[in-house]
């Protein structure tokens, strides 16, 4: 089976202008994840996807907006962009059912806001 | 709000010798514990997990415990390699995962 897929790997962008990055999770995975990796805050929980809708968020402001289609793919926009951004956005896929959570981590977008 | 703590921030073993990662909870009802492994600059790789109506689950070289009078959980590596030097988290499943600060652990030759 493949794994999580995300693109871009790679991205740099300037101050105030916006970026939409892209998750691909495992066959079968309804749930998508986003997380924010910083070196100093560690990882960050985003906000999960299940099912077309969004179903936990954390404590991120409202420039964070995300989207999962039908076919359980899901976009994570950042608008209006800060130096403060700059990181490795992971995304996590998962059944989310029965008695299986397990998420399993994409190889991230790094994001260098300059 | 962490509810799930690691109290020791680094260990270091010996290759081929057991390491053992341990972990506090607090709040619990029906669980889901996950043990994750990671590299500087990397994603988390998922390990191990538990369910709270099991005290033992086993995969290969890893073992995770459960004591739920003790609000415990621990990870045993057996034998520790070289490659096993990285941080690991453990947390709990329940839609959003949160990461503390982890156990570094390093594998001497």
């Known amino acids: 089976k493949a794994g999580v897929t995300q693109t871009p790997r790679y991205l740099i962008k300037t101050r105030g202008q916006q970026v939409t990055l892209s998750c691909s999770p495992i066959?079968?995975?309804?749930?998508v994840s986003w997380y924010q990796q910083t070196p100093g805050q560690g990882l960050q929980f985003l906000f999960e996807?299940?099912?077309?809708?969004?179903?936990n968020k954390g404590n991120f402001p409202g420039r964070f907006s995300g989207r999962q289609f039908s076919n359980s793919r899901s976009e994570m926009n950042v608008s209006t962009l800060e130096l403060g951004d700059s990181a490795l956005y992971l995304c996590?896929?998962?059944?989310?059912?029965?008695?299986?959570?397990?998420?399993?981590f994409g190889p991230g977008t790094r994001l260098t806001v300059t | 709000d962490q509810q799930v703590k690691q109290n020791s921030p680094s260990l270091s073993v010996q290759e081929g010798r057991i390491s053992i990662l341990n972990c506090d909870y607090t709040?619990?009802?029906?669980?889901?514990f996950l043990w994750y492994k990671k590299y500087p600059a990397e994603g988390p790789t998922f390990l191990i997990s538990?369910?709270?109506?099991?005290d033992k689950n086993e995969d290969g070289r890893f073992t995770v415990f459960l004591n739920k009078s003790a609000k415990h959980l621990s990870l045993h590596i057996v034998p520790s390699q070289p490659g096993d030097s990285a941080v690991y988290f453990c947390t709990r499943s329940w839609g959003k995962l949160q990461f503390g600060a982890g156990t570094q652990v390093v594998v001497t030759p």
């Open positions: 996807y299940f099912s077309e809708t969004q179903r």
């Open positions: 709040n619990s009802m029906f669980d889901y």
């Open positions: 066959s079968g995975h309804r749930s």
């Open positions: 538990i369910s709270s109506i099991k």
């Open positions: 996590a896929s998962s059944l989310a059912t029965g008695d299986s959570y397990e998420q399993y």
